[in-house]
């Protein structure tokens, strides 16, 4: 038997190991050269790890969860493919499935035989005291059933308790619905994206000293250029977000506020300030929330950065990004949509020192004007690291984007005539 010991291949930029997310193949499978044969996670992506040759598959090492360094064995061919294969996989021991969550059942409720009518039901509302009523629902007797001896056919206490007796009237027995506790656990692995998240969101809180501020903004006029742009685009362009607008008017203020488009370098000590704003979209995919980056935002024109808004969020959600597509970003922007809430804390997305938070917007009244108008409201909720960036600083920041979007045609003059 000729065997080709594969080992898990240097994925660059660094990396020593990755992660076992998911193995498509198993011992005694045949594949062929190019094959996707397993999922692994890195610091930076998932990764699909192809076969390098033709073969059986003798034994693959690394459950779901476990991490194997570059330059390990990872998966063992026989190019002969003719050669009994090992399993590599552990018998499962018989007491697993006594792990498995329970879930309680609902005990079946036990009919109730009718009791036999002595006149018809009432049509409407059963009229009747709310003592007799409650009497009714405890005892499980519905009153449509029971005939009513007081005016209008009101069903009186001494009807209630006739029809209460062992069958002597008219009414059903309704059975009393039944609840029961729910029981069982689930237990979810912590590996792959999750396990990242995991980790990078604990560092970024543990190291970050954050500082949270919130501004609401008018976003009425924006509101109206954004309809209006979408009512005359051709037919099948996408429609805009509020995304791409907010992103142009960072690209326009972060020139002014340097310190908040950065990145934090620990290890050489040093803060590096970025001319370029390399825009972060955090993305709920699937799999978890992930960053695919907009490179250079700031010399996209708005439809261009409202399609590669579209196009990052996308291959992300499908897990088509690249390593290089989830890292590089210079600055954040999080947003839940309608789910925003009013007012939110980001963790920033380390080792950026801010982070931009956008909230849902609503229409309620306001002061506009001197007078009181219905006008459409939407808050702003940023993280920054104190370490670097000043609350005088940050709040300037977010003043200065907050004069754009409420006055949305400044966002596109440029020079002086802008105000800026």
């Known amino acids: 038997m000729a065997q080709y010991v594969f080992k898990m291949p240097d994925l660059g930029e660094g990396t020593v190991s990755a992660e076992v997310l998911q193995w498509h193949v198993k011992a005694g499978e045949v594949v062929q050269e190019d094959q996707i044969i397993a999922d692994v996670m890195t610091e930076k992506a998932a990764i699909e790890i192809p076969a390098p040759v033709s073969g059986r598959v003798v034994r693959t090492r690394g459950e779901p969860g476990e991490t194997i360094a570059v330059g390990s064995e990872l998966i ?42 002595v006149s018809a039901p009432a049509a409407g509302r059963v009229m009747a005291s709310p003592a007799t009523r409650r009497r009714a629902k405890e005892a499980g007797i519905d009153l449509q059933a029971v005939a009513g001896s007081g005016p209008g056919g009101r069903v009186t206490r001494a009807d209630f308790e006739a029809a209460a007796s062992a069958g002597a009237t008219g009414a059903t027995r309704v059975a009393a619905p039944t609840r029961s506790a729910r029981t069982g656990t689930t237990e979810v692995k912590i590996i792959g994206l999750r396990r990242v998240i995991a980790q990078r969101m604990s560092e970024a809180k543990r190291t970050i000293p954050h500082f949270a501020y919130v501004e609401e903004i008018d976003i009425t ?31 326009r203020v972060l020139p002014d506020f340097p310190q908040c488009n950065a990145l934090h370098d620990p290890e050489r000590n040093v803060v590096v300030q970025h001319g370029a ?49 989830l890292s590089g970003s210079t600055l954040t922007i999080t947003s839940l949509g309608r789910l925003g809430g009013i007012a939110s804390t980001p963790v920033i ?28 409201m939407m808050n702003i909720s940023a993280s920054f690291d104190h370490r670097f960036v000043d609350g005088y600083d940050a709040a300037s920041m977010i003043q200065a984007l907050k004069a754009l979007l409420e006055h949305p045609a400044t966002i596109f003059m440029q020079g002086e005539d802008s105000g800026r």
């Open 76 to 117: 063992v061919f026989d190019t002969d493919g003719a050669a009994p294969a090992e399993s590599a996989e552990p018998a499962e021991p018989a007491a697993a499935a006594a792990t498995q969550p329970v879930v309680a059942a609902t005990a079946p409720i036990a009919p109730t035989a009718a009791i036999p009518a």
């Open 221 to 251: 006029e924006l509101e109206a250029l954004r309809e209006h742009l979408n009512a005359g685009a051709p037919q099948g362009t996408p429609p805009l977000t509020l995304l791409p607008f907010l992103g142009l008017a960072l690209a």
């Open 349 to 376: 997305n380390a080792p950026e020192v801010a982070i931009i938070g956008v909230n849902k917007a609503v229409e309620r009244p306001v002061v506009h004007g001197g007078a009181i108008a219905i006008r459409r």
């Open 277 to 325: 704003l390399h825009l972060g979209i955090a993305t709920q995919t699937p799999d978890g929330l992930k960053v695919p980056v907009v490179r250079h935002a700031e010399g996209l024109s708005l439809r261009e950065l409202a399609a590669a808004i579209r196009d990052a969020a996308d291959r992300a959600r499908r897990n088509k990004s690249t390593r290089e597509e």
